[in-house]
């Protein structure tokens, strides 16, 4: 809306500013965090009224977290919220692969707010139907590819590899659904402690505002030898209004949580970087980058195959962090652990940037 008005305007004085994405990038991040900040406690005070006894804690999960029973879920709302207003302040209102990923951003966090929803409304910790959510995120995530693809085409690329592998065409679609699909339901796996999944996001995010502002490079990006995509810069912006949003939400995150992300948010957020990753064409580097939520789900569904299998765990419990709960970490242990192994994934999958 900014960016629209100062264009409009000539970028006369310092509004020449809003012309840089640099800028236009810093400034989504200090508005989303200044918004996260701002309307957290009342926000919070709000869930907690509406919502009672909060979001139900599993009985057969760690005995320590019964300790949170009362704390209020939907916190993702803050961050929609936050990152929602600093985007139509700072984007560009023409570009199509921001709105493709907004499209991501508000529909993932729709059908988390449903799931969450049913939740708190039945006391159960079983929400929407796995496969009507599943469902619904591969609709809003063809449709969001479908646009991504009439933009960009689909071309698929890997680390260490100088070029584009293969033209997947339309198929392209399926692929690129099955990646945000996927990377949303990791991220939402790996929300089960306070602060755990919410800094790794913010590593994450932080990684692709580099990978993008490079691909919307054509400098940079024939330096680097990847692919370059007129337009695909502008996700800076809504990598960096994460972060702040990310931060806010950390604020109140923090162990004791005072509130949870819930669904609303962690597919949110997850879907949403699945999407930059598409955008930009770095879905794998995406599995490096977010390495920890892949661990997360690989966990779960060899848990699943195994028990089933043979009917003996593998993991004492599934998400891993879970497991080590179980062997005895305390819970600041683990996330802060977790953090770290996220950070080191982040500067190995930037560092495939160059290796081509």
């Avoid at 509130?259 to 597919?267: A, E, R």
């Avoid at 939520?293 to 690989?298: H, P």
């Avoid at 080590?324 to 770290?340: D, K």
Wanted: with cysteine; hydrophobic share 55%; proline share 4%.
């Amino acid at each position: 809306m900014l960016y629209i008005l100062a264009e409009y305007l000539g970028f006369p004085g310092i509004l020449n500013l809003i012309r840089y994405l640099s800028f236009r990038s810093g400034a989504a991040v200090a508005t989303a965090l200044v918004i996260g900040l701002l309307i957290g406690p009342r926000f919070i005070s709000m869930l907690r009224v509406r919502q009672g006894k909060g979001q139900p804690i599993r009985s057969d999960g760690p005995q320590s977290h019964l300790a949170k029973v009362g704390t209020p879920t939907m916190g993702g709302l803050m961050i929609l919220v936050s990152v929602g207003v600093s985007m139509l302040l700072w984007m560009d209102l023409t570009n199509v692969y921001v709105w493709a990923c907004l499209l991501v951003t508000a529909g993932f966090g729709t059908v988390g707010f449903l799931d969450d929803y049913d939740k708190v409304k039945k006391r159960s910790h079983k929400g929407v139907s796995g496969r009507v959510r599943l469902l619904m995120e591969f609709a809003i995530a063809g449709v969001a590819v479908s646009l991504i693809v009439s933009q960009s085409g689909g071309m698929l690329y890997l680390p260490f590899v100088n070029g584009p592998v293969v033209d997947l065409g339309w198929w392209y679609v399926p692929f690129g659904a099955f990646v945000i699909v996927s990377f949303g339901n990791a991220v939402n796996l790996t929300d089960g402690l306070d602060g755990l999944a919410t800094m790794p996001v913010i590593i994450a995010s932080v990684a692709f505002m580099l990978i993008v502002y490079m691909v919307g490079n054509a400098k940079y990006a024939a330096y680097l030898g990847i692919p370059f995509y007129l337009g695909a810069g502008d996700l800076a912006m809504l990598c960096g209004a994460i972060v702040g949003a990310g931060l806010a939400f950390l604020w109140f995150n923090a162990p004791p949580a005072a509130v949870f992300m819930g669904d609303t948010g962690s597919l949110a957020l997850g879907g949403t970087l699945g999407a930059i990753a598409v955008v930009a064409h770095h879905e794998f580097v995406l599995a490096i980058i977010g390495g920890l939520f892949v661990i997360e789900a690989l966990s779960v569904i060899i848990q699943v195959f195994w028990f089933k299998r043979t009917g003996k765990r593998i993991f004492r419990m599934a998400p891993i962090h879970h497991h080590f709960e179980q062997l005895g970490w305390s819970e600041p242990t683990v996330v802060i652990r977790f953090w770290i192994v996220a950070f080191v994934l982040a500067l190995a999958g930037l560092s495939t940037l160059k290796l081509r």
